[in-house]
């Protein structure tokens, strides 16, 4: 049972079933200015008009760092407004912005600024931004981590847009001193290029084609190239988007020989497997590619065993007629699924965890804790005194069918279209304001830029 109440300017929250860092119990959460002030035992409420269903689960507000607004230049992709109306709907808090797909990307101090100002007064959560390494601007990274940027991301291949090239051994060389004297990580597309193949049939219809083409290999040689750069400059590393069991054993082994290297996945690698694409639907392609059940097992499998720390969307928006049916070649890769990402991943946790309090915990570590530590976000991520009063109220026992027409994301096509879920969002607050009561946005631009 979930209630809340307000008493003057304090909000106090209370559940039978809180996640809370030490586990998931009854709890009262009094909140005032914004902020958790005090956790208390669960008293018996006094129910009334704000009483809500048996069942419902407060876990901390998610922080999702993987995230393509692409506002300025490429707003008709995704904008601030739509992208952070999807993550409130989705129970998402912070979103922390990629560097590329905007026009400017992020690679200087002049471009975050024109990515500040154009979120400016549009963001219905909280918005941080990652900055971009790209050939010569290792010049930029002192005054962009000055300028508030988290950290930064790179590409070993192209990245699909002409504005953020992709970098090389050298140029790593050139970044990792500084990353590492500022301490802050790098984000690393993790695919080599000698590994891919280009098939001859550029309009090949057949997923099979497009996973061929981007082996694990690429994975696991990009992991070693970066993991061994960083070793050796005492650099923090991030592999973005792990895709299959190879990757996540050179991972592992990089930290058993010192590397200071963490990894996400995807929800949708989590969720899909090659085997159940169809042909042509391009809505499923992304890079690296959704690989085989037995690689989304060992994903399943890495979170659990901690190899892998996190999970982040990749939400990676475009006009649908960028998703060129049938073509899998030509097809923009990416995936949109903001609003999805509780539901997609806790359907996939209790897979692996179970439906009970291990489940809710783990979810609460993958999708709010450790990205949040990642960020440097030292007030996100958990129900604890002084950490903001970012919560999200859900129904873990829902069952629900993914519905296109009614997301928030601008664009609606997704693979999810279709496919039943587990896990159902009923309201959102932001520092103690309700942003979400599970039909629509309802305190509009509540959002701070971080």
């Not at 929250?13 to 809370?20: C, M, P």
């Not at 664009?411 to 879920?421: C, F, N």
Request: hydrophobic share 45%; with cysteine.
């Amino acid at each position: 049972m979930s209630v809340v109440s307000a008493v003057v300017n304090m909000f106090t929250i209370r559940s039978t079933r809180v996640v809370l860092p030490d586990g998931v119990r009854p709890a009262a959460i009094h909140i005032e200015d914004g902020r958790i002030i005090r956790i208390e035992e669960l008293a018996t409420p006094k129910l009334g008009a704000n009483q809500a269903s048996e069942g419902w689960v407060i876990s901390p507000g998610l922080v999702d760092t993987h995230v393509h607004v692409n506002e300025p230049g490429r707003t008709e992709w995704e904008g601030f407004d739509t992208a952070t109306r999807a993550a409130a709907a989705g129970g998402v808090t912070t979103i922390v912005d990629m560097p590329l797909n905007s026009i400017p990307a992020t690679t200087s101090v002049a471009a975050l600024n024109a990515k500040r100002e154009a979120a400016h007064g549009q963001c219905h959560v909280d918005v941080a931004f990652w900055g971009g390494v790209v050939p010569g601007n290792a010049g930029d990274i002192d005054a962009l981590v000055d300028a508030g940027v988290r950290g930064f991301k790179c590409f070993l291949v192209p990245s699909g847009v002409d504005e953020f090239g992709h970098v090389g051994e050298s140029d790593l060389r050139e970044a990792m001193p500084t990353l590492a004297r500022r301490n802050v990580p790098l984000l690393v597309h993790a695919e080599h290029p000698t590994h891919l193949t280009h098939p001859t049939d550029l309009t090949c219809s057949t997923y099979r084609a497009w996973l061929e083409s981007r082996p694990p290999r690429a994975e696991v040689e990009a992991i070693r190239l970066v993991a061994r750069v960083a070793r050796e400059f005492g650099a923090r590393v991030h592999i973005v988007h792990v895709s299959s069991a190879d990757a996540v054993e050179a991972i592992r082994a990089a930290r058993a020989d010192g590397v200071v290297i963490t990894a996400e996945t995807c929800p949708h690698y989590l969720t899909f497997a090659a085997e159940e694409i169809p042909a042509g639907a391009t809505e499923f392609k992304c890079a690296p590619p959704i690989r085989e059940g037995r690689h989304r097992a060992a994903l399943r499998d890495g979170l659990a065993q901690g190899a892998l720390d996190f999970v982040a969307t990749d939400h990676s928006p475009s006009p649908p007629s960028m998703k060129i049916p049938g073509d899998f070649m030509r097809s923009w890769g990416g995936i949109a699924s903001l609003e999805l990402s509780l539901a997609a991943t806790w359907s996939s946790v209790i897979q692996r965890f179970g439906a009970a309090e291990a489940g809710l915990k783990a979810c609460a570590t993958f999708l709010s804790e450790a990205p949040a530590r990642l960020a440097g976000l030292a007030r996100k991520g958990r129900i604890a005194e002084g950490y903001d009063a970012d919560l999200v109220i859900w129904d873990p026992a829902a069952e629900w069918t993914v519905d296109a027409s009614r997301l928030q994301q601008r664009h609606k096509l997704t693979p999810y279209a279709g496919r039943t879920l587990r896990g159902r969002v009923r309201a959102t607050y932001l520092r103690g304001v309700e942003i979400w009561n599970g039909e629509a946005v309802i305190a509009r631009g509540a959002g701070q830029l971080l």
